[in-house]
């Protein structure tokens, strides 16, 4: 209840029921009554109106009409841009992990589960062409023409990568396999360390705790209104900002966390590795993910999940070290962008959320803001 935002411009849609369309009347920007319908006072209003006897939190329309907005003349449209500005910012971070996760995602198929640069050097030694070509087309996607075009240092780095592929297949548990690589499970590759039941770990004090990373808050990003855990946990419990985590029962979900210092609670593996790097267990578990979900779909229980067992049949195909440490020249820049693209779209959003109530209150004015950021 009191979850607030605004229709995007070009999309239809149908008024689902326990929701409410506002339609700002004229002169009033629906920017700025989109943040103060999101800010701190008007969010006390709704809660402190909320209606009782029912299991379903809710407000009703009379009341939420006498709910009051402020008004600050022309200053709202000011307020709005600002704030907008810094949520327009978090969007394109969001739209440009979209393209790397995308991209590192279309790498980690293609190398390690197609076997595409491999394949193409395959099918260069039958025909008869230069089998380093073959594959730097098929890592690059890039033609013969464009390979040449392409300045002499970028050329052999592709160069250099294409040659750690081998031109050769052999028979493992996998099925085929590239030469001298190994069909192995994801629990041998990395470590998938169980979280605790954290309910019987309470805080020692109000001040001094670690906030409680359940399922709820892997899929949200962050800890908001997450219970709360002793804060001296053994270091292995605790999530910090790049840790990769899996639950593995309800909503199975594999993702980089960057939601702030946690304690991992049960049905969440906290996912490490002393063999491979971070991206290679990120996207192998990722890619086995879809297998994982179907499995938790299937169980007669009234909360699905997945068994240790399912980490052991889940195979990948592992390359020799030295390839690895090629790969994550590559790779690893992705997955460190992602993370902190994540983190400043974190400070982003403090920044609009402190801003928000004193922007509105008229403890900060919107011009001393402009100032401000002028001479920043």
């Not at 600050?72 to 449209?77: A, D, I, P, Y």
């Not at 629990?187 to 109000?206: C, E, I, R, T």
């Not at 999530?239 to 049905?267: I, K, M, P, Y």
Request: glycine letters at 6%; charged letters at 25%; a negative charge.
């Amino acid at each position: 209840m009191g979850e607030v935002c605004k229709i995007p411009e070009g999309l239809i849609c149908c008024l689902g029921q326990r929701q409410v369309l506002l339609r700002p009347k004229s002169g009033v920007n629906a920017d700025y009554l989109l943040y103060a319908l999101q800010s701190p006072a008007v969010q006390e209003q709704v809660r402190w109106n909320e209606g009782t006897g029912s299991t379903v939190s809710n407000i009703r329309i009379p009341v939420l009409e006498k709910i009051e907005i402020p008004r600050l003349g022309e200053s709202e449209k000011l307020i709005a841009t600002a704030l907008k500005s810094i949520d327009d910012k978090i969007d394109l971070n969001r739209r440009i992990n979209q393209t790397l996760e995308a991209m590192a995602q279309a790498i980690f198929k293609s190398w390690f589960v197609d076997f595409d640069p491999v394949k193409a050097k395959i099918a260069a030694l039958t025909e008869g062409r230069d089998p380093l070509r073959a594959a730097m087309r098929a890592i690059s996607g890039k033609s013969e023409v464009e390979l040449d075009a392409l300045p002499p240092e970028a050329f052999e780095q592709l160069a250099a990568t294409a040659a750690l592929f081998p031109d050769e297949m052999e028979e493992s548990e996998l099925g085929k396999v590239p030469r001298g690589w190994e069909a192995q499970s994801l629990d041998s590759v990395a470590n998938y360390l169980n979280g605790l039941a954290l309910q019987k770990f309470p805080p020692k004090s109000a001040t001094d705790f670690l906030p409680v990373i359940k399922i709820a808050q892997l899929r949200a990003g962050h800890t908001e209104g997450a219970d709360k855990a002793v804060s001296d946990l053994k270091l292995e419990y605790v999530v910090c900002d790049g840790d990769v985590l899996f639950s593995w029962s309800g909503s199975l979900e594999v993702d980089v966390w960057t939601g702030g210092r946690g304690a991992l609670n049960q049905h969440l593996f906290k996912v490490t590795s002393s063999i491979v790097p971070k991206w290679f267990y990120l996207w192998a578990t990722k890619y086995h993910l879809p297998e994982f979900r179907e499995i938790a779909a299937n169980k007669a229980t009234t909360m699905g999940h997945i068994q240790r067992k399912h980490l052991s049949d889940a195979r990948t195909a592992t390359p020799p070290t030295e390839f690895l440490t090629q790969a994550s020249k590559l790779i690893s820049p992705l997955l460190d962008e992602i993370v902190s693209l994540r983190l400043q779209s974190r400070e982003l959003a403090k920044a609009r959320d402190t801003l928000l109530p004193k922007l509105l209150s008229g403890e900060l004015s919107v011009e001393a803001l402009a100032e401000s950021a002028g001479a920043a």
